[in-house]
């Protein structure tokens, strides 16, 4: 199935969330999009619409994602417009991706992995200071002004941010 153009921008915005972010804070960060996440142990993979990694950067370095050679991102994006992807949860679960950002409805959720469940959390584990309040902000602003590039225009919040949290 060929995702909808409102799949495909939601998914691009959050992805720029994390780029823009991770640039103003001085973050080291890889993305590896919509890679294929595979799980030997249950026979069975899972694409989520963009992943990234802020943790063992080292690890990838000369390799290409592959989970049995590499940490596993730190970082899903899901964007559920026309089916759910909740089905991927096993996967991600099995492998310890602490993190995952779930766009339904309007809104994003962030939901952190405890113990081998996810659970819903305001702020990002991964990406330190990335609310979903925020984050949902940001959604309606850009999609009100249909400039992407907004999301770039917002070092003020980012700063604040640092003097209120130690990275």
Wanted: net charge positive; proline share 4%.
């Amino acid at each position: 199935m060929i995702p909808s153009e409102l799949h495909q921008n939601i998914n691009c915005l959050l992805k720029r969330i994390v780029t823009a972010l991770t640039k103003k804070v001085n973050l080291r960060v890889k993305g590896f999009g919509s890679t294929s996440l595979n799980c030997y142990d249950l026979q069975q993979g899972e694409e989520p619409n963009s992943c990234f990694s802020r943790q063992n950067l080292d690890s990838f370095i000369g390799k290409k994602l592959e989970i049995l050679n590499c940490a596993p991102p730190d970082l899903v994006i899901e964007v559920d417009i026309t089916s759910l992807s909740s089905n991927r949860l096993p996967v991600y679960q099995h492998l310890g991706i602490i993190e995952r950002e779930l766009y339904r409805g309007v809104t994003v959720q962030i939901y952190k992995l405890q113990n081998t469940r996810y659970i819903f959390c305001e702020y990002s584990l991964a990406f330190l200071i990335r609310p979903a309040t925020l984050l949902n902000h940001h959604l309606v602003q850009i999609s009100e002004t249909q400039d992407n590039n907004a999301i770039v225009r917002w070092p003020q919040w980012v700063r604040q941010q640092l003097q209120t949290q130690s990275l």
